[in-house]
């Protein structure tokens, strides 16, 4: 017996031929969509709860992501009925139970409301759908309901494809501006590898996509803690959409994981977070656990472009997680518990996590380019450049992006080749254009390095305008406006910075730098005193302490906090660190012109390390205090060692060999030595750490440059370059030898006949140094030729 069609207004559903018609013409509805309307239709004025449809259309024990697909299922009646769900015409919320459909139903002869098959198909699909082909009508409606659950639960069991039909999105659901908020996966499994997991990968293959931006962890981190949530909270749907909403990203993508026998379930779904509209869905199965990130990579593959991506960049960048990362689930949850422990609690503490998923895949490239990084972040340069050798090694297990990564700390950290490093990152901008990191690596590897300050701001702001919350670029621009003399937009970027809640070591130091520079005595104590007690900063706090102490010439104070810094370092066994509070001690014990402190602090420093900047600060001290022939082979043995290290090969090599022939009284070979340094004097050798924060070693070449005019006697052009060092204050920052400067200038006045102004230079000297140690022989030195010009 043929069932009788359901009309209200000018729309007919036939339970017969299974279709919708408005006015004679057949819409296009999916499968479950028109499930859900004929079985609230047929109970018109009736309350159908949710559990019932679900009941209904997927049996009693449905695994499905049931509720999405109601809500998807409503959506697309009310966009065939042209039902709007603030005003319903048709169907009807009610609000946590389910739905009512409220349309009059007209009382008519079904026999006489039946259309040719000839009937005109009215196309409501996006431009780009696919065809769907039109439902077989079974023999009788109430029948459907158990036919529909049994073909599902085999769908379910036996497909290695979609669950369910997948939603078909909107065109250009997101745009290139939008950014989006990833939610941990739903595990049900019971298996806790993939907790965390799962997040994980599903960012590293979103992040090959130059069209998809991800808010950053670290900016997650701190929205978190504005929401009163621990940053180890878990990012539930509801606490992912209220970050999204807070940080005005245009969608949440939550996963899910099920178990079913031996096989896996998994889902992704992408919503707006201010509609709760779905944007994009899909849902695959792997047959085993080993195939679980491979599915993975299939779905984001096929998710990226429902997003709005276009297939071509979607081929170009789309290299399989198990290749991007590691095909050991194991190995990949080590790795991902290793980034949240760094955005919780720090790089030192991360490293246990890193290392053991090498461990378990010694092939994991970017697990060893996390460790790089990590000991990066604590001074410790050797360990960092080895990781990141052998991240490099391995870089062709990576992402694209995280190749440009690599491919740059590379020759940043292990060959210092800086042309290879700004070609790498014009490159990766090139390919991926929302990047931030790029921008800042140009801006602290490369502009700062070179003394280009005003193109390192410019890199800085742009990195912060991609990312708001990414702190570093904040700390970036307080160091080039300082050193472009512009003390108040410093202050003013490191505002901004805590006006966003970043909170990292380098803005204590910078802080206490610029009220330092301000001879704000009260502001220094004020950001000293708390930083004291905390183990990230108190040791970058004690040396920043002991470089002050040193700059007025109160040198007992310097020893003590140096010394403060390098046990600090030790206890925490970080040997570089610890190695390069040693060095800063050697300079300046040479500079002042204590020759057995001096070397013996040098010496200590190479025992504990060989890494670059610990072997110049050493060979610069041992040469200084005349040791020549020690200061030759440290010099000799780094630049064999780094031949395309652009600071080793034009800044530090040039400087300490024209140090060697100051020593063998040659001040015209070592003013020619010097010449190559020029392009880069400039620039901030240092490359991280507390002494790239301070100005440690700024200026060094044109220094020794001034002591050889001083030994050939051109008074005039020693003056030059010694007025150069007290010109760029912001550069030298709390070196030393920015006071030195100021007796070097009066000397060089004084060579040059013009007492009046090498009076006034050795008055500022002792102007600077009017508190510091009596027993310093520099101070004694001075002292005695201030007096002989009176």
Not at 258 to 265: E, I
Request: hydrophobic residues 40%; proline residues 4%; glycine residues 6%.
């Amino acid at each position: 017996m043929a069932l009788d069609p359901l009309r209200f207004e000018d729309f007919e559903l036939d339970l017969g031929s299974y279709q919708v018609r408005r006015s004679g013409r057949i819409l296009r509805l999916e499968r479950i969509p028109t499930e859900v309307l004929f079985l609230l239709a047929e109970r018109r004025g009736q309350l159908v709860t949710r559990e019932e449809i679900i009941e209904k259309l997927w049996g009693k024990n449905a695994f499905l992501d049931t509720d999405n697909a109601i809500n998807t299922a409503i959506r697309k009646i009310r966009r065939v009925l042209k039902d709007d769900p603030a005003q319903p015409r048709f169907v009807q919320t009610v609000t946590g139970k389910g739905y009512r459909f409220i349309g009059r139903l007209a009382e008519e002869d079904a026999a006489s409301a039946q259309e040719p098959a000839t009937a005109e198909v009215q196309d409501l699909r996006a431009p780009e759908e696919e065809p769907v082909q039109p439902p077989q009508a079974p023999g009788r409606f109430g029948k459907r309901w158990g036919i529909l659950a049994g073909a599902l639960a085999v769908f379910a069991l036996f497909t290695a494809r979609y669950i369910y039909l997948p939603y078909v999105p909107r065109k250009h659901a997101l745009t290139e501006r939008d950014t989006i908020v990833l939610a941990d996966f739903a595990n049900t499994t019971g298996d806790p590898v993939f907790d965390g997991t799962l997040r994980q990968g599903l960012a590293v293959q979103l992040e090959q996509s130059p069209f998809l931006s991800l808010v950053s962890e670290e900016r997650i981190q701190q929205v978190l803690r504005l929401m009163g949530q621990p940053g180890a909270a878990r990012l539930a749907p509801e606490i992912a959409r209220e970050i999204c909403e807070r940080t005005a990203s245009a969608a949440v993508l939550d996963g899910s994981i099920a178990s079913l026998g031996s096989q896996y379930v998994l889902g992704l779904r992408a919503r707006d977070c201010r509609t709760g509209d779905v944007l994009a869905e899909e849902q695959v199965q792997a047959a085993r656990k080993e195939e679980v990130l491979n599915a993975l990579s299939q779905m984001v593959s096929k998710f990226r472009t429902q997003l709005g991506e276009s297939l071509t960049t979607v081929r170009e960048h789309d290299t399989p997680l198990a290749e991007a990362t590691t095909p050991s689930l194991e190995a990949l949850k080590a790795y991902s518990v290793g980034w949240q422990v760094t955005f919780s609690s720090g790089s030192a503490a991360s490293l246990p996590f890193f290392q053991r998923a090498i461990e378990i895949d010694s092939n994991f490239a970017s697990a060893y380019a996390a460790l790089g990084r990590m000991y990066g972040d604590i001074g410790e340069f050797a360990l960092s450049a080895m990781n990141t050798s052998k991240a490099y090694q391995l870089r062709d297990r990576a992402s694209d992006q995280e190749k440009f990564f690599i491919s740059v700390n590379y020759d940043l950290q292990v060959t210092g080749n800086l042309e290879k490093v700004q070609q790498t990152c014009d490159l990766w901008m090139r390919a991926y254009p929302r990047a931030w990191m790029p921008h800042s690596l140009l801006s602290g590897g490369i502009y700062s390095q070179l003394g280009n300050y005003a193109k390192s701001a410019e890199e800085a702001h742009i990195a912060t305008e991609i990312d708001p919350d990414f702190s570093i670029g904040y700390s970036l621009l307080a160091t080039d406006y300082l050193a472009l003399g512009h003390i108040d937009e410093a202050e003013k970027a490191l505002q901004q910075a805590s006006g966003r809640k970043l909170d990292i070591p380098d803005f204590h130091v910078q802080r206490y730098v610029i009220a330092f520079l301000k001879d704000d005595k009260t502001g220094m104590e004020r950001e000293a005193a708390p930083s004291r007690d905390q183990p990230s900063v108190d040791d970058w706090i004690s040396n920043a302490e002991g470089f002050v102490s040193a700059y007025s010439g109160r040198l007992d104070a310097a020893r003590r906090m140096s010394r403060r810094a390098a046990d600090l370092a030790r206890n925490g066994d970080r040997r570089d660190a610890e190695a390069l509070y040693e060095t800063d001690a050697a300079v300046r014990e040479a500079l002042f012109g204590n020759v057995s402190a001096a070397r013996q602090r040098a010496g200590r420093a190479l025992e504990l390390s060989k890494g670059r900047d610990v072997a110049y600060g050493a060979a610069f001290a041992l040469a200084v205090t005349g040791d020549s022939s020690r200061s030759e082979k440290v010099t000799d043995d780094l630049a064999r060692r780094l031949p395309e290290d652009t600071k080793v090969q034009f800044i530090y090599a040039p400087t300490l060999r024209a140090l060697r022939a100051l020593n063998h009284r040659q001040p015209s070979k070592a003013i020619e030595l010097l010449q190559t340094a020029i392009p880069y004097e400039l620039g901030i050798p240092t490359e991280g750490g507390s002494e790239f924060l301070l100005g440690a070693g700024g200026l060094y070449p044109a220094y020794v440059r001034g002591l050889a005019y001083l030994a050939a006697h051109q008074g005039a052009e020693a003056a030059r370059e010694f007025q150069k060092i007290l010109d760029h204050r912001g550069i030298f920052l709390c070196d030393p030898v920015g006071a030195l400067a100021h007796v070097q200038l009066g000397r060089a006045y004084a060579l040059s006949g013009d007492k009046t102004k090498a009076k006034s230079a050795y008055q500022d000297f002792v102007t600077l140094w009017k508190d510091a140690d009596s027993d310093i022989p520099l101070l004694k030195q001075a002292q005695a030729e201030y007096a002989n010009l009176h």
